[in-house]
């Protein structure tokens, strides 16, 4: 016996997790791109959708983030920190490849400094995952050893039953079980079997591409330049990312105050790396796509242990010229 | 969006006040500032952790940061010194602020030159241009300890002889019996009245032709420079193993999150910017 949330009861846990103080998140349409989102009734969400277009990360990275506000009078500088928005939240409906993100994001924040914006959002929020049981071309997670139930990341993983009248519980860690202790009065035991999770075909061969990344000959392989040839650099692939984690530091304001922002930066621009002199190590767009993809699959795992990617496919499923990592990758596989 | 605002809370984005205690003109456009902590808790802090070859990033609320070394040495912790060159919004405003003005510095982070393990040694420290700062650190470093360091050579080249920096600190190492320095300048940038050399950095190295027996050598320079200097140390039959630069790629963060300065898997901001010439040619050349 598994316990069982029926989707007709979500209207009761949204009420009931609101006025335990939970802002209530989960997948949404949204004006032009769908995304994750708060929502007062059940009907708000779009659970139909294969994930949405805009990353779980905004979340807890958001695009521009206030850092500090600063105001300047004659021999002082009065400075106020902003911090992440106060208040626990619980998402439901995250995909696996977005809470994913999350975890591998997690090291990042926190070597040595820890940046608080992100543990902020992190330790106030619950995620719950629900496993994939549709998905579409670009879909990789398996790819990337992960899979459309995988429980990196999630506080509580929901398994769709059929008809999609609910979702099977996996409570996975303390903080999922509190948030699901808040709505137990909805919840039925049931042995009603789950709806397999999706399969999701693998596209190319992880240990071979990162075999191949790892050798320092290759670094200068004219491959860089053929795949990346009509990257526009436009950097829909690092925004959309769930783990791409770049950012610029600006001020936003005059003279006498203003505010201090943390917004979303991309390696795909030539100005992300420029030099003062004029110089710039990355100067064309082959350099920076090389750059991409072995922070990705070689840089990162070789601090963090992880890669850095979860297989979610945005960067190919929004991709203007039709190139993204899966893409990469299988040329790399071919190799 | 909601903005919640909140007390102090432990924020690594937030900057050091500084107040501009002195300033002086190096040469056209670079100017060297004197900034005084303004917080005895942040001072402190620096003192705990300031060592030579540590950077930071100087700024001024409205503009934003820029990163640059820390100019002065790690045995003189009262102040900070830095030298940069007007050529952005940051610098801009950096170099338009007044002595009593106040800026912010947020650091100093990164490695070091690990000046313990030169004891003993004698130094050769070669530097052209505007990169005479990261070097002018170690080298009062060692100076201010003098008898702990074997002979000290100091190779100091520009284009022309306005380009040079710490013109004053020039002339004091050169009154110095026990500094040897070289001074040069690139052919056509010479005054009537230079007394000192007239050529390339790489090629007066080789004229001058220091020992490599028991030496460090630190170089600091344009890429160019870099790259002629590090081929004339190999012929004069340095180990690179014991010649030390320092790298300085754009950065925003400084702490290893915004992804800018790596060159392959090397965080400058982390890993460096010291590294040893044999660390840098296992980097990527391409990403350099």
Not at chain 1, 195 to 220: G, H, I, M, Y
Not at chain 1, 284 to 291: F, L
Not at chain 1, 293 to 309: D, E, R, T
Request: proline share 5%.
């Amino acid at each position: 016996m598994t316990r069982i949330l029926f989707s007709d009861k979500l209207d009761n846990c949204i009420a009931k997790w609101r006025s335990a103080g939970l802002t209530v998140i989960g997948p949404v349409q949204g004006e032009s791109l769908s995304g994750y989102a708060a929502v007062e009734k059940a009907a708000g969400f779009e659970f139909g959708m294969v994930l949405p277009e805009r990353p779980l990360k905004e979340l807890f990275f958001p695009q521009t983030e206030p850092m500090l506000r600063y105001t300047i009078k004659k021999n002082e500088i009065d400075t106020t920190d902003f911090t992440a928005p106060q208040g626990k939240r619980i998402i439901f409906g995250a995909r696996a490849c977005d809470a994913s993100g999350l975890a591998i994001d997690d090291p990042l924040f926190g070597w040595d400094y820890k940046d608080e914006y992100w543990f902020q959002r992190r330790n106030e929020s619950v995620i719950v995952t629900i496993a994939c049981t549709k998905a579409d071309d670009f879909c990789m997670c398996t790819s990337l050893k992960l899979a459309p139930d995988s429980t990196k990341g999630s506080d509580v993983l929901l398994r769709p039953i059929d008809k999609n009248r609910g979702w099977l519980i996996e409570e996975l860690t303390d903080r999922g079980r509190e948030a699901f202790a808040i709505i137990s009065d909805y919840l039925q035991e049931s042995s009603e079997p789950a709806v397999p999770t999706v399969v999701v075909p693998e596209k190319f061969n992880l240990d071979a591409c990162v075999t191949w990344l790892q050798n320092p000959e290759n670094f200068d392989s004219k491959f860089w330049k053929e795949i990346s040839m009509r990257c526009i650099g436009c950097a829909s692939c690092t925004y959309l990312c769930p783990t791409c984690h770049c950012f610029d530091i600006q001020d936003e304001g005059d003279t006498y105050s203003g505010i201090r922002r943390k917004n979303w930066d991309s390696c795909s621009f030539a100005l992300f790396t420029m030099h003062t002199s004029g110089h710039n190590p990355r100067s064309t767009q082959s350099a920076r796509w090389r750059q991409r993809i072995m922070h990705k699959f070689n840089y990162f795992p070789g601090k963090f242990s992880v890669n850095s990617c979860s297989g979610c496919g945005r960067c190919s499923r929004q991709c203007p010229v039709d190139m993204g990592i899966t893409e990469t990758l299988q040329e790399i596989s071919k190799l | 969006m909601t903005e919640n605002i909140q007390s102090t809370q432990q924020n690594i984005y937030k900057p050091a006040i500084m107040k501009i205690v002195g300033r002086h003109d190096e040469a056209p456009g670079v100017r060297t500032m004197r900034l005084e902590f303004q917080d005895p808790a942040d001072h402190e802090q620096f003192k705990k952790t300031f060592r030579t070859g540590m950077f930071g990033l100087y700024g001024v609320y409205g503009e934003g940061e820029s990163t640059f070394c820390v100019a002065s040495p790690e045995t003189r912790k009262e102040y900070i010194e830095c030298t940069f060159r007007q050529s952005g919004r940051v610098t801009s405003a950096l170099a338009n602020a007044d002595i009593g003005d106040l800026v912010t510095f947020r650091g100093p982070y990164g490695n070091r030159f690990p000046i313990e393990e030169f004891h003993g040694k004698n130094l050769l420290f070669i530097s052209g241009g505007i990169a005479l700062p990261p070097t002018r650190s170690v080298i009062w470093s060692c100076l201010d300890q003098r008898e702990k360091f074997g002979k000290v050579t100091i190779v100091y080249g520009a284009r022309t002889v306005a380009d040079l920096v710490y013109k004053h600190e020039l002339d004091e190492w050169q009154e110095r019996a026990d500094v040897e320095l070289v001074l040069t300048v690139d052919p056509g940038g010479e005054s009537p009245d230079w007394k000192h050399r007239v050529g390339f950095v790489p090629t007066v190295l080789e004229e001058a032709a220091p020992s490599p027996d028991n030496c460090i050598a630190v170089i600091c320079g344009p890429p160019i420079m870099i790259k002629f200097t590090l081929i004339s140390l190999k012929k004069l039959g340095f180990d690179e193993k014991n010649v030390y630069t320092t790298l300085e790629n754009r950065m925003k963060c400084g702490v290893g999150k915004c992804g800018r300065c790596n060159v392959g898997s090397v965080y400058v901001c982390k890993e460096g910017p010291v590294f040893t010439a044999a660390e840098v040619s296992r980097m990527p050349a391409a990403d350099l």
